[in-house]
């Protein structure tokens, strides 16, 4: 019972990540590319200040302006990037509250099966609809971060959901829209047996359409990215200015260039790398929107909100990273 | 009558950037064959806890718990030691093992631990290198490929490939790759002919007594390999381990061309291995929406089992091994011991039922 007495309510610190990020996660990205300039930085400010190469120092006017405008260039994109990772994360948080509503609903707003059906049915009946519906938000929240993450849906489905669904999902290209429309037809029949009225449905049908609007949401962050000149333009000038940057700091600094150089660079390169991890936050790194562990947490909840016996654990950043 | 044995796939992680990435792989081999899976996680005793070792584990991969056999295996000491453990326990067809980190230093002294699994040969493995996309990885396999080196006499891996291409009704690529030439020889042309189309599609079916392969054959040499794997869409590469592990300075080596292929590559050793009996899972597919889907959720569910069951092993384990179950058990009586969900098991392997 190790998960029951230590579960966190959503939203602690360790949701996100811890508050150092290591260094070990950054480095690798960017070592070739500082490794290059440093090389690069030593040979031009050995030429210069040991071969009395002194065409290769140049003005730092035109570098410093460069610079301004570069930041300013790489601030904007990262801005862009952040927001797409923000919006993706909302859209999450969106997901957790409208799943909560659908289950609460469903568990609310549904009347007990008549007395004229059969009595063999009707407890069955009853406990059939709240378990169709929890298990299909449950499905429908996983099959959601499998289709935005690329992944196979089905072993996770086969052993939550009645085969015949599952086999009918198979021939759905789009399996969660599969799974609203299962939904749609779930609170359809509710209706025609008289267990929801007309105001009710609307209710219902109307959070189903606004979790077909969070994944439409998600889709389109997912299938549009940031457009090719922010990805490409930003590499071109970060690699300009920090070769060009030894040539402005040659004179002044002497055979200490390298150092200063790759530091400049490093904040450089550093910024252009940020920026490249979150601008697709449902791309299956360890950058992305946690989906994983945010529909863990919904399916605690709704399991919990239907007093289910078993739950799945808490799932808890690895290295920092949740994921 | 023949015992039937599931695809046992242990999935060694070390909770890289690459292992998170190889998730929509494992899930798609899972969908596509009959699967048992193992999540195994190896530590230094001395430098990190057991527990904090498993609690890291059972948060990696976490709905793998769902599936219908999953596992997770904490063991000590290498990842070379814990898969030839594993291997002694119990049967292994398949040992996945994505590149860890890059340290972004030379490794100078520090080999590489993937071509130590593949000198090894315990079992094929499966690997692929960081800069494989996650599409790709994804992707149903329609499209597998089987490279073979001119001239050498290594077939295992083909066999493997037509056994995995039949079982997931996949267009089999046989590409041979030229060795290198110089400039003015005419080796290329030499070795064109023999390897023909119908040349090879003969000696593969002769070889593996199948003919319900398609087989496309190609001819390339070794710095074309990724496009001609483009081209063809390769969506897994079977190769020859041998070919691709190599030495440089003091350590040992997986050759870079293999993570530059950028898609999953299974390496298969020439030592006599398990043979695989791969089982295709045969899927239901219903086109139209129909009042029994409204049924609930299967009367077979798995359903927890307060006491772990215990599989016989047939020779005795040296190290501890720890088993550790994905799900947690709520308002239910608690079971005496083995204490919550995770069980130490030495001498005798316990598997503890996924409760989910």
Request: aromatic share 6%; charged share 20%.
């Given at each position: 019972?190790?998960?029951?007495?230590?579960?966190?309510?959503?939203?602690?610190?360790?949701?996100?990540?811890?508050?150092?990020?290591?260094?070990?996660?950054?480095?690798?990205?960017?070592?070739?590319?500082?490794?290059?300039?440093?090389?690069?930085?030593?040979?031009?400010?050995?030429?210069?200040?040991?071969?009395?190469?002194?065409?290769?120092?140049?003005?730092?006017?035109?570098?410093?302006?460069?610079?301004?405008?570069?930041?300013?260039?790489?601030?904007?994109?990262?801005?862009?990037?952040?927001?797409?990772?923000?919006?993706?994360?909302?859209?999450?948080?969106?997901?957790?509250?409208?799943?909560?509503?659908?289950?609460?609903?469903?568990?609310?707003?549904?009347?007990?099966?008549?007395?004229?059906?059969?009595?063999?049915?009707?407890?069955?009946?009853?406990?059939?609809?709240?378990?169709?519906?929890?298990?299909?938000?449950?499905?429908?929240?996983?099959?959601?971060?499998?289709?935005?993450?690329?992944?196979?849906?089905?072993?996770?489905?086969?052993?939550?959901?009645?085969?015949?669904?599952?086999?009918?999902?198979?021939?759905?290209?789009?399996?969660?829209?599969?799974?609203?429309?299962?939904?749609?037809h779930c609170l359809r029949r509710l209706f025609d047996e008289g267990r929801?009225?007309?105001?009710?449905?609307?209710?219902?049908?109307?959070?189903?359409?606004?979790?077909?609007?969070?994944?439409?949401?998600?889709?389109?962050?997912?299938?549009?990215?940031?457009?090719?000149?922010?990805?490409?333009?930003?590499?071109?000038?970060?690699?300009?200015?920090?070769?060009?940057?030894?040539?402005?700091?040659?004179?002044?600094?002497?055979?200490?260039?390298?150092?200063?150089?790759?530091?400049?660079?490093?904040?450089?390169?550093?910024?252009?790398?940020?920026?490249?991890?979150?601008?697709?936050?449902?791309?299956?790194?360890?950058?992305?929107?946690?989906?994983?562990?945010?529909?863990?947490?919904?399916?605690?909840?709704?399991?919990?909100?239907?007093?289910?016996?078993?739950?799945?654990?808490?799932?808890?950043?690895?290295?920092?990273?949740?994921? | 009558?023949?015992?039937?044995?599931?695809?046992?796939?242990?999935?060694?992680?070390?909770?890289?950037?690459?292992?998170?990435?190889?998730?929509?792989?494992?899930?798609?081999?899972?969908?596509?064959?009959?699967?048992?899976?193992?999540?195994?996680?190896?530590?230094?005793?001395?430098?990190?806890?057991?527990?904090?070792?498993?609690?890291?584990?059972?948060?990696?991969?976490?709905?793998?718990?769902?599936?219908?056999?999953?596992?997770?295996?904490?063991?000590?000491?290498?990842?070379?030691?814990?898969?030839?453990?594993?291997?002694?326990?119990?049967?292994?067809?398949?040992?996945?093992?994505?590149?860890?980190?890059?340290?972004?230093?030379?490794?100078?002294?520090?080999?590489?631990?993937?071509?130590?699994?593949?000198?090894?040969?315990?079992?094929?493995?499966?690997?692929?290198?960081?800069?494989?996309?996650?599409?790709?990885?994804?992707?149903?396999?329609?499209?597998?490929?089987?490279?073979?080196?001119?001239?050498?006499?290594?077939?295992?891996?083909?066999?493997?490939?037509?056994?995995?291409?039949?079982?997931?009704?996949?267009?089999?690529?046989?590409?041979?790759?030229?060795?290198?030439?110089?400039?003015?020889?005419?080796?290329?042309?030499?070795?064109?002919?023999?390897?023909?189309?119908?040349?090879?599609?003969?000696?593969?079916?002769?070889?593996?007594?199948?003919?319900?392969?398609?087989?496309?054959?190609?001819?390339?040499?070794?710095?074309?390999?990724?496009?001609?794997?483009?081209?063809?869409?390769?969506?897994?590469?079977?190769?020859?381990?041998?070919?691709?592990?190599?030495?440089?300075?003091?350590?040992?080596?997986?050759?870079?061309?293999?993570?530059?292929?950028?898609?999953?590559?299974?390496?298969?050793?020439?030592?006599?291995?398990?043979p695989w009996h791969i089982e295709p899972r045969r899927h239901a597919r219903?086109?139209?929406?129909?009042?029994?889907?409204?049924?609930?959720?299967?009367?077979?569910?798995?359903?927890?089992?307060?006491?772990?069951?215990?599989?016989?092993?047939?020779?005795?384990?040296?190290?501890?091994?720890?088993?550790?179950?994905?799900?947690?058990?709520?308002?239910?009586?608690?079971?005496?011991?083995?204490?919550?969900?995770?069980?130490?098991?030495?001498?005798?392997?316990?598997?503890?039922?996924?409760?989910?």
């Amino acid at each position: 019972m190790r998960g029951a007495g230590r579960r966190r309510p959503l939203g602690s610190k360790e949701m996100i990540v811890r508050d150092r990020l290591p260094l070990r996660r950054v480095w690798p990205a960017i070592s070739k590319r500082l490794g290059l300039l440093f090389v690069f930085d030593l040979s031009i400010a050995v030429l210069y200040s040991r071969a009395g190469y002194d065409v290769l120092a140049l003005s730092s006017l035109p570098l410093g302006m460069m610079g301004a405008g570069l930041s300013v260039f790489l601030a904007f994109r990262n801005n862009s990037a952040y927001d797409r990772w923000w919006e993706a994360r909302t859209l999450w948080g969106s997901l957790v509250n409208q799943s909560r509503t659908f289950v609460r609903q469903a568990l609310t707003l549904v009347d007990a099966p008549k007395p004229s059906r059969s009595r063999s049915q009707g407890a069955d009946a009853e406990v059939d609809v709240a378990d169709t519906l929890v298990d299909w938000q449950v499905a429908y929240v996983h099959a959601l971060r499998c289709h935005l993450r690329g992944q196979n849906p089905y072993p996770e489905l086969e052993t939550t959901m009645a085969p015949a669904l599952v086999a009918w999902l198979r021939t759905q290209r789009n399996v969660p829209l599969g799974l609203l429309l299962h939904a749609g037809h779930c609170l359809r029949r509710l209706f025609d047996e008289g267990r929801i009225d007309s105001y009710r449905l609307t209710q219902l049908d109307s959070t189903l359409t606004r979790l077909c609007d969070v994944q439409g949401a998600c889709e389109r962050i997912k299938n549009t990215p940031l457009p090719r000149q922010y990805e490409f333009f930003p590499r071109v000038f970060v690699l300009a200015y920090c070769l060009l940057l030894p040539f402005g700091l040659v004179e002044g600094m002497g055979l200490l260039t390298p150092l200063a150089s790759t530091l400049v660079s490093f904040i450089f390169v550093s910024l252009d790398s940020i920026g490249r991890d979150i601008e697709a936050p449902f791309e299956s790194t360890v950058h992305d929107t946690p989906m994983t562990q945010l529909s863990h947490t919904i399916e605690i909840n709704l399991r919990d909100s239907r007093g289910d016996l078993h739950v799945p654990h808490d799932v808890r950043p690895i290295d920092g990273f949740v994921y | 009558m023949t015992e039937h044995h599931a695809f046992h796939v242990a999935f060694l992680t070390n909770f890289s950037d690459t292992c998170f990435r190889a998730i929509p792989a494992v899930a798609q081999l899972c969908d596509a064959i009959d699967v048992r899976l193992t999540l195994v996680h190896t530590h230094d005793p001395a430098a990190t806890s057991a527990h904090a070792v498993e609690a890291t584990l059972r948060n990696f991969f976490p709905e793998a718990d769902r599936y219908a056999e999953c596992r997770r295996v904490v063991l000590p000491g290498t990842p070379a030691d814990a898969i030839r453990h594993l291997g002694e326990v119990g049967p292994l067809d398949l040992v996945i093992a994505p590149a860890g980190d890059p340290l972004g230093f030379p490794r100078l002294t520090r080999s590489s631990i993937r071509a130590r699994l593949v000198r090894d040969a315990v079992a094929p493995i499966w690997t692929v290198g960081p800069g494989a996309s996650a599409a790709l990885l994804g992707r149903a396999h329609r499209h597998v490929a089987c490279v073979v080196r001119v001239g050498t006499p290594g077939w295992e891996h083909v066999r493997r490939a037509c056994d995995y291409a039949r079982a997931v009704g996949a267009t089999l690529h046989v590409i041979h790759v030229l060795p290198e030439v110089h400039d003015g020889t005419m080796l290329r042309l030499a070795f064109a002919a023999p390897f023909d189309a119908s040349a090879t599609a003969t000696q593969v079916r002769a070889m593996t007594g199948r003919r319900d392969i398609a087989l496309q054959p190609h001819t390339t040499s070794r710095g074309q390999l990724p496009g001609v794997l483009d081209r063809v869409q390769a969506d897994i590469v079977f190769v020859d381990g041998s070919h691709w592990i190599g030495r440089r300075f003091l350590t040992r080596r997986v050759h870079r061309g293999l993570d530059a292929l950028q898609r999953p590559v299974i390496c298969v050793g020439n030592t006599e291995t398990r043979p695989w009996h791969i089982e295709p899972r045969r899927h239901a597919r219903t086109r139209r929406w129909s009042e029994a889907m409204l049924a609930p959720r299967p009367a077979s569910r798995p359903t927890p089992s307060p006491t772990p069951v215990p599989v016989p092993v047939p020779v005795p384990v040296p190290v501890p091994v720890s088993v550790v179950a994905g799900g947690t058990q709520r308002r239910m009586p608690r079971p005496v011991e083995p204490a919550e969900h995770e069980v130490r098991l030495a001498p005798v392997l316990r598997v503890v039922p996924n409760p989910i």
